[in-house]
């Protein structure tokens, strides 16, 4: 059991150019979601989807796309990166379950990523 | 919309010793839960214990306890006997519980808490 895989791990991008962060989860869990960790900000929320087909904004949605074609797989998409990117990004999957697995959210071991 | 507050930017203990973080947080929900995750250097998220708000007690895992004022909405966590290995950034977390009805599974996160354990 991999639990949520996120990748790559590490990623330096040059401002205007364009990425994708990979997520994936095998637990089946219907919640995905993607955050950023900035210094004295905790955790903001980016976008977030309640099942395939589903998405939707956030906190801090913006220069940020997702799409949720299957319940395994929840990218973000950078289309134009920009220094205020540089971040570290965590997804998180999650489900409503029963009492032994609900509310129990699992993380990604993040991602770092510098735009220069 | 909901809020979570950590007051305590950055706190230190001295290893063996008792120290509690403070979490307040505001919300319409009357059903929810409330976390707190610890987050090492290596950035990993780390859950350290769960509260049910339906729940009057107080959780506890370990050495890891909370207080639990749902009536103040507080939240904050006893690290007993503390350890070396307690040395991690501490996040409080919120989430209405998903049978309140609606999308809204969002987690909302406090800005964290730096504890040092010092020897």
């Known amino acids: 059991n991999a639990g949520v895989t996120q990748t790559p791990k590490f990623q330096v991008l040059k401002t205007g150019q364009s990425m994708t962060l990979q997520c994936a989860q095998d637990?089946?869990?219907?919640?995905m979601s993607w955050y950023r960790q900035d210094p004295g900000m905790g955790l903001r929320l980016i976008h977030y989807s309640v099942g395939a087909g589903i998405t939707d904004q956030g906190e801090v949605p913006n220069g940020y796309n997702v799409s949720r074609s299957t319940t395994e797989d929840f990218p973000l998409r950078l289309l134009s990166a920009a220094p205020s990117q540089t971040s570290v990004y965590f997804c998180?999957?999650?489900?409503?379950?029963?009492?032994?697995?609900?509310?129990?959210?699992?993380f990604g071991e993040g991602s770092w990523l510098t735009v220069v | 919309a909901q809020t979570v507050t950590q007051s305590q930017p950055e706190m230190s203990v001295q290893e063996a010793e008792t120290v509690t973080l403070s979490c307040t947080y505001d919300?319409?929900?009357?059903?929810?839960?409330l976390f707190w995750y610890k987050q090492p250097p290596s950035r990993q998220m780390i859950l350290v214990i769960r509260q049910e708000a339906y729940k009057q007690q107080n959780a506890t895992e370990n050495r890891f306890s909370v207080n639990f004022q749902k009536a103040a909405k507080s939240f904050s966590l006893k690290i007993s006997d503390s350890q070396l290995g307690d040395t991690a950034m501490y996040f409080c977390?919120?989430?209405?519980?998903?049978?309140?009805?609606?999308?809204?599974?969002?987690?909302?996160f406090g800005k964290g808490t730096l504890l040092t354990v010092n020897p």
């Open positions: 977390a919120f989430t209405p519980h998903p049978n309140s009805g609606g999308s809204n599974y969002k987690l909302t």
């Open positions: 637990m089946n869990h219907e919640y």
């Open positions: 919300t319409s929900e009357s059903n929810y839960y």
């Open positions: 998180a999957s999650y489900t409503r379950g029963g009492e032994s697995s609900g509310n129990t959210i699992y």
